[in-house]
């Protein structure tokens, strides 16, 4: 069955350290992979999207590699700030055919450390 | 836009009682989706509409659960008769038309049954 797989510890950094967090899938060819920033008590918010012909997409401080080969995404926070702690979802969306269905991963959480 | 609305915020009931959740999308997105999320299971996606029209219904748990979108700016989730292992927060989002297009979630109704 398809299966995605976030570390469910949560992560702990210091400030100004670089976070990288994990996301692996298992039977599943996804057309794109979503990361999503999750708060408490408020819905996830879309941070970056990238295609699986592409192996790398940057937005600011945040940078999300993607290895179909591996089946497995890395998100990235370069210079952490405490605002950084959150929940990090990762999401893959199969190809399309007028299909939209999104699979979340559990999430990880993160605690950048003043 | 005020983004994706959902109401109420937070629902406490008593098993066997019947629970409406609302939603009102972002103007002009074609698709809206219902998710429940829980600790142990995550970010679930119920169904999703597009253009009003129920497409993917796979992820209801059961016949307690029933959806509805009689128009382009207003669904419901309502769960009847709702029991305790139902209590969780369940989001609503939309988004545009394109592939590319990325959803947009409101901030949840949290759903407690007692």
């Known amino acids: 069955s398809q299966k995605i797989e976030q570390n469910s510890e949560a992560l702990n950094i210091q400030e100004g350290k670089t976070a990288t967090l994990t996301c692996n899938y298992t039977?599943?060819?996804?057309?794109?992979l979503q990361w999503y920033r999750q708060d408490p008590g408020r819905g996830p918010v879309f941070l970056l999207l990238?295609?699986?012909?592409?192996k790398e997409k940057r937005k600011e401080r945040l940078k999300v590699t993607f290895d179909t080969t591996l089946k497995q995404s890395l998100f990235h926070i370069t210079a952490s700030q405490p605002a950084d702690s959150a929940t990090y979802l990762c999401?893959?969306?199969?190809?399309?055919?007028?299909?939209?269905?999104?699979?979340f991963g559990t999430g990880t959480k993160l605690q950048v450390i003043p | 836009d005020a983004g994706v609305i959902q109401s109420p915020r937070h629902e406490v009931t008593e098993m066997g009682q019947e629970v409406t959740l609302r939603c009102k999308p972002i103007?002009?997105?074609?698709?809206l989706f219902w998710y429940r999320q829980t600790m142990m299971r995550g970010l679930e996606l119920l169904i999703y509409f597009n253009n009003n029209v129920p497409i993917d219904d796979s992820g209801m748990p059961e016949d307690r659960f029933s959806a509805k979108m009689p128009n382009a700016s207003f669904s419901t989730l309502k769960i009847q008769p709702s029991e305790p292992r139902d209590s969780a927060v369940y989001f609503c989002?939309?988004?545009?038309?394109?592939?590319?297009?990325?959803?947009?979630f409101g901030p949840g109704t949290r759903l407690t049954v007692l």
């Open positions: 103007s002009g997105h074609d698709y």
């Open positions: 039977n599943y060819s996804p057309a794109y």
């Open positions: 989002a939309s988004r545009g038309l394109s592939s590319t297009d990325t959803q947009y």
């Open positions: 990238i295609r699986e012909n592409e």
């Open positions: 999401a893959l969306e199969p190809h399309s055919g007028g299909y939209q269905k999104v699979t």
